[in-house]
């Protein structure tokens, strides 16, 4: 299984990686790393073309950022 290090280098070369994505928000699920939780779901929805999804996912960050 990959690092966490080795997850985060998949997504700056490809930031629509679905497994890469997920073992990420786990980590900083379980870390209590909000910020960087955030920026994870900034980056998919940027990355993703369901735009759906990506809405979805920004709501998500703001949740977030309002409960920090």
Same mark, same amino acid.
């Given at each position: 299984?990959?690092?966490?290090?080795?997850?985060?280098?998949?997504?700056?070369?490809?930031?629509?990686?679905?497994? /890469?994505?997920? =073992?990420?928000?786990?980590?900083?699920?379980?870390?209590? #790393?909000? @910020?960087?939780?955030?920026?994870?779901?900034?980056?998919?929805?940027?990355?993703?073309?369901?735009? /759906?999804?990506? =809405?979805?996912?920004?709501?998500?960050?703001?949740?977030? #950022?309002? @409960?920090?």
């Amino acid at each position: 299984m990959p690092s966490e290090r080795e997850y985060e280098q998949v997504l700056q070369k490809e930031p629509a990686n679905g497994d /890469a994505f997920v =073992a990420l928000r786990k980590a900083y699920r379980e870390s209590n #790393r909000f @910020d960087k939780l955030v920026t994870l779901y900034e980056t998919r929805a940027q990355a993703i073309e369901d735009q /759906a999804k990506a =809405a979805e996912l920004f709501y998500l960050a703001a949740e977030v #950022r309002l @409960d920090i």
